[in-house]
């Protein structure tokens, strides 16, 4: 499902125009990211998951097109946790 389609039925369901939907999700997205960005970043939507903020270490890597070593860096990333009714639900 891509962006559009995701306005598309949001606006559908909750019977409103598809700019107002449209502004919704980009709040959301929004504030879920200002969420994230914060120390202990993390985001629970009951019955959904939690979104949280991840730290990888450095390390080495391969090139594999050319097998050449090299490093990569440490880095935040975004770890997705599926809760109980997302589960039932796939």
Do not use: H
């Not at 939907?21 to 959301?28: M, P, R, T, V």
């Not at 959904?48 to 270490?57: L, P, Q």
């Amino acid at each position: 499902m891509t962006k559009a389609e995701l306005v598309e039925n949001m606006a559908k369901d909750a019977k409103i125009s598809k700019a107002a939907a449209g502004s919704a999700l980009d709040s959301f997205i929004a504030n879920v990211t200002k969420a994230l960005k914060k120390k202990d970043g993390k985001v629970t939507l009951v019955g959904f998951g939690t979104f949280t903020k991840i730290r990888r270490k450095a390390r080495k890597g391969r090139n594999p097109q050319t097998g050449e070593k090299i490093k990569i860096k440490a880095r935040n990333a975004v770890k997705f946790k599926a809760g109980k009714k997302l589960k039932d639900a796939v």
